[in-house]
């Protein structure tokens, strides 16, 4: 009884105690892909700091066999007492002696069962000449280690791994490091690796299966991997050319060379992400790796060069150089993400692929401006509610915070800082306050005072503006979508234009106020005229357009007094204003639409500017309002939505007729993504033209699956038409559809149709694709491309599926993963009423789990946000007369 008492101490605890600091690990592990389980042993080198009877580490889910300690004097100690607590996820072991300060080794032998969920050490499936056959791998962030070995599963308790492996002879095995040497008896292979460079427990990594490679080697002499199927290996020739360029990137850039002698990249056939930076092993789901140059669209080619090229910078930011604690796993991934987008410009200049962080920045806006935010340092109590706040903002707000501070500081003084950082840093780990203290000491300039706001604090000012006698004043308040706010106050790099791009302004606004005079920008032939005052105002409304925060450089939404706003819409007009400002008004339009600052009536007369719209962003952006207006019309003037989506139709139309079916020989890329969405897009709203043309393509396509006829830019809105064409009692196309899925034999077009099939109006033909998605015909990790495309008609019955199936649901994608938070954020946020948001939250009152309660509040608080809108809609008297007229304007 006294034993247990004093193990019990260690329960509920943040951290694990620091009795003892691991310094390297010895592991063995023996996968048997037959019965789905391993075995294993784990021989911890320890410090011993402080004498003890306990030694606390992390296990979940293993079972352990045998357990001994042995000192530097070479006295074995058994454990009296091995405890497993589950809620606590540790390992406690009990020693009747006391450990004495100084050296040891730990030795554990354990065993456990590969699982099905994705997580730890999991079995996953592939397919052999038609036979079904396993394989296993690892996924180990944050906080998944621990369901493979007994370790401290803590990133600051960084240590040296060396690992081995039982494998069938006939798989391929693969860790962080090369392999040192190979054993063979019978039909196992032991593979020995080498020694690993210090790191955290969430980098490990191992993966046994059949996988055909090819290599290349960088300019510093590293050997890189792309591991495909079998008989695949083509197929990785492009992401392994983007890998080679960013390893050489990134070694200049930050001046420090690669800390590993190989990287291998390996295409796992079920992963729950979309890739993970290992240490020298990055695994990756088989579409974000794999391309093909006829099957793979535009945009999944640029989706792959990002993503190859965010793994690899991890290698600097997050592997070499890793946060403390999850507290700063900004730090990771704000700038993995900001540096890929680096990476990929200087390696694809004509994609300008910095216009497309701007969709970046507005994901971190749009969580951001919710009351159920979170700052992106925020203060993580326990491991695994990582996933509360591995989110948009850490990603997106992060990287969107940091392209600010670069802008702000200069390119040449914040790699220079970086440099330092990654320098300083390299094999030991780092807080949030150790780069602004660099960046401070580089730059002279007081990073921490103006960063900590941005950082320590959620949410993001509005800047109102507002011109007086050629003054503009500005004012700052925190912006939230359910219209509240209070006095939070940051510091903001204010940038604008006023009338031409030559004419360029900056404001440090550090008050809730501030004002600038523009009058030396307005000019007349006759100062002392009697009218020179009448004459500067007609010269500011036609010519003096004010657009504030130049190539949305800052996180923050702009709020134009209504005569500002006009000269803007005239300025849009008129294309005046390069793509990315353009993007810019108008995502900010919309935020003040939905936060019910401005009318709906302000957002459509301001979208009407947008026309003769070419730029392949800004298209990207109107038609994402478009989508979300319309999904707001159906439930706050249903009987205008036919009206409504004719004017989007409008809208698109004259880029629609540019660019056609058909790709152009020797066309830009940016021409190809503008293609696949505008089509896309009029397939959604249901044009009619755009429909039969899709339709006699999809049907050249099923006679002849190589036809030129349909890309693989266009499949998916000749989908869309099809599966908006089907119905319960003509389910042709839906059958065509399902037989494509059945019949391919790649990833690309497998995700293409499920994006695609739940998109059907008709609710019935929803309900059997969400019971498809749950069958084994559907890897779990596709279940995310299925959800993505649920109609907003299917809404309903999709959380009546959602309750009715929610045990089976839960049981079958892990319970508290993101696959989960994704299935329930997109059935939930289809809906746009209070009452709805009521029955959701009493829905999940007494089901929710800790790690999805952020994801799921911030879902109903959208929902709230809706409806709040949708009331606000309702109420506008010239709406319906304006969307007539813009509905029949040609």
Known sequence: METKRSWEQFKGQTRLPKFAIPKRYDLFLKPDLSACTFSGT?????????????????????????????????????????????????????????????????????????????IGFYKCTYMDGGVKKNMAATQFEAVEARRCFPCWDEPALKATFKITLDVPSDLTALSNMPIADENLEGNIRTVYFEESPIMSTYLVAVVVGAFDYIEEMTADGIKVRAYCPVGKSDKGKFALDVAVKSLDIFAKYFSTPFPLPKLDMVAVPEFAGGAMENHGLITYRENELLYDELLSSAARKQRLVIVV?????????????????????????????????????????????????????????????????????????????????????????????????????GDHMFQKSLSSYIKRYAGKNAKTEDLWSILSEESGVQVNSMMEAWTKQKGYPVISVKSRDNILEFEQSQFL????????????????????????????????????????????????????????????????????????????????????????????????????????????????????????????????????????????????????????????????????????????????????????????????????????????????????????????????????????????????????????????GFESLLNVYKEANTVQEKEQVLCSIASCPD????????????????????????????SLEGGEVAWRWLKENWELISNKYGGDGMLIHHLIQRVITLFCSNEKADEIEAFFESRKRPSFDMNLRQAIEQVRIKARWVENIRHEQPLRDLIKHLAHKK
């Open 309 to 409: 090229s965010h793994e690899v910078a991890h290698h600097w930011f997050g592997n070499l150089v890793t946060m403390e604690w999850w507290t700063h796993l900004w730090l990771n991934e704000g700038f993995a993400t900001w540096v890929s987008y680096m990476a990929t410009d200087i390696i694809f200049p004509e994609w300008k692929i910095w216009t497309q962080f701007l969709k970046l920045t507005t994901y971190g806006l749009r969580v951001d401006a919710l009351e159920q935010s979170h700052p992106i340092e925020v203060e993580v109590h326990h491991a695994r509610s990582i996933l509360e706040v591995a989110d948009d903002i850490s990603y997106n707000k992060g990287s969107a915070v940091i392209r600010m501070l670069q802008g702000y500081l």
């Open 42 to 118: 784990v021989q911890v080198s320890l410090n011993i700091i402080e004498d003890t009877k306990f030694l606390v580490l992390n296990a979940l889910e293993i079972v352990i066999q045998e357990v001994r300690f042995t000192d530097s004097n070479n006295q074995t100690y058994r454990s009296c007492d091995v405890v497993l607590e589950g809620d606590d996820e540790i390992l406690v072991l009990v020693f009747n002696e006391l450990l004495n300060i100084g050296e040891g080794v730990l030795w554990i032998e354990f065993s456990a069962a590969l699982n099905e969920h994705l």
């Open 481 to 732: 979508s359910s219209g509240l706010h209070d006095d939070r106050i940051w510091t903001v790099p204010i940038t604008l234009s006023i009338g031409s791009y030559d004419r360029l302004k900056t404001l440090p606004l550090e008050t809730r106020f501030g004002e600038l005079d523009i009058s030396e920008f307005v000019h007349s032939s006759d100062e002392n005229s009697s009218s020179f005052k009448e004459k500067n105002e007609e010269n500011c409304d036609e010519h003096l357009w004010v657009k504030v925060n130049i190539d949305q450089s800052g996180f923050y939404r702009v709020e134009y007094e209504d005569k500002l706003a006009a000269r803007l819409r005239k300025a849009v007009e008129g294309n005046y204003l390069s793509e990315i400002d353009k993007f810019g008004i108008l995502d900010d339009a919309y935020a003040l639409c939905m936060a019910c600052k401005q009318s709906l009536s302000l957002l459509l007369s301001l979208m009407d500017a947008y026309r003769k719209e070419l730029d392949f962003v800004v298209l990207l952006k109107l038609i994402d309002v478009c989508y979300k207006v319309v999904q707001i019309s159906v439930d706050a003037i249903p009987d205008l939505v036919n009206e409504l989506k004719q004017f989007f139709m409008n809208l698109l139309l004259f880029s629609s007729e540019k660019s056609g079916w058909e790709s152009i020989s020797g066309e830009s890329h940016l021409s190809a993504l503008l293609r696949g969405e505008v089509l896309l897009a009029l397939s959604t709203f249901g044009h009619d033209n755009t429909h039969k043309e899709a339709i006699r393509r999809f049907q050249a396509f099923l006679d002849d699956r190589n036809t030129p006829l349909l890309s693989a830019d266009t499949k998916r809105a000749a989908y869309i038409a099809v599966m908006m064409n089907t119905s319960t009692t003509n389910r042709n």
């Open 763 to 790: 609710p019935n033909i929803v309900l059997e694709v969400l019971n498809f998605m749950l069958s084994d015909e559907v890897r779990d990790q596709d279940a995310t491309y299925v959800l993505a495309g649920i």
